[in-house]
């Protein structure tokens, strides 16, 4: 069960759009559409920005989008705003019916 | 409004044993999944199990199997985690969390605000 794939760190500038890449294998990310996306500030508990992929929970800004191609999914947000600046993860169901998260990606807002 | 909260951590030497408890309120306890994720501090996000809405499922990362095991009181909406043979890179915070749907295929949505577990002698 490794880790899937992020970028370290991320910036953009206010305004900007930026896009955060998760990478696993045809044995999670690849071979079904349970990949959800996070937004984590210091010291508090992660929150639900994208789950199936593409799809925004209510009350999250549109701003935020999801995709996948192939073994790898991505999170974009557009319109980089100061309050963005977070960590954000990736997570995937497995083919072993577990879950597995990436390694975390810090966005900076510069 | 969902809400979870995490009890139980605290400071335990290695090899003890420690139970958590995870309290929900403002949803049907019954119908969804429920899952442990743990942070080391400073540190990433890891998986640590799930347990599908009836108990009938459950799912352990390789780190824990056989170590942990979680269980469920659906009388009271409450959700466990039975930590064994504790290691010292075991420390972490311990967030409870919600599943999307009833069955473990589906990752968290509410999270509660977690509790530290410490594992040193």
């Known amino acids: 069960q490794s880790a899937l794939t992020q970028p370290a760190s991320v910036s953009g500038s206010p305004g900007q759009s930026i896009t955060i890449s998760c990478t696993g294998a045809?044995?999670?990310?690849?071979?079904?559409?349970?990949v959800s996306w996070y937004q984590q500030h210091p010291g508090k508990a992660p929150k639900l920005m994208i789950f199936d992929v593409t799809n925004r929970p209510s009350g999250v800004s549109s701003r935020f989008s999801g995709s996948k191609s192939g073994n790898t999914a991505s999170l974009t947000i557009s319109g980089l705003q100061a309050e963005d600046e977070a960590d954000y993860y990736c997570?995937?169901?497995?083919?072993?019916?577990?879950?597995?998260f990436g390694t975390g990606t810090t966005v900076t807002v510069i | 409004q969902v809400q979870l909260v995490e009890s139980g951590g605290g400071v335990v030497q290695p090899g003890r044993s420690l139970r958590l408890s995870c309290a929900a309120s403002g949803f049907t306890f019954t119908g969804y999944a429920m899952h442990w994720v743990r942070q080391t501090p400073g540190k990433g996000l890891e998986w640590v199990t799930v347990?599908?809405?009836?108990?009938?499922?459950?799912y352990y990362a390789d780190s824990v199997k056989g170590r942990f095991t979680v269980s469920r009181d659906n009388s009271k909406n409450t959700l466990f985690l039975h930590l064994n043979s504790l290691r010292a890179e075991d420390t972490a915070m311990y967030f409870c969390a919600r599943g999307i749907g009833a069955s473990g295929t589906y990752s968290p949505d509410y999270w509660g605000q977690g509790t530290l577990v410490t594992v040193s002698s």
């Open positions: 347990m599908s809405f009836d108990g009938g499922d459950e």
């Open positions: 997570i995937s169901y497995t083919s072993s019916s577990t879950h597995v």
């Open positions: 045809s044995s999670d990310v690849g071979d079904y559409n349970y």
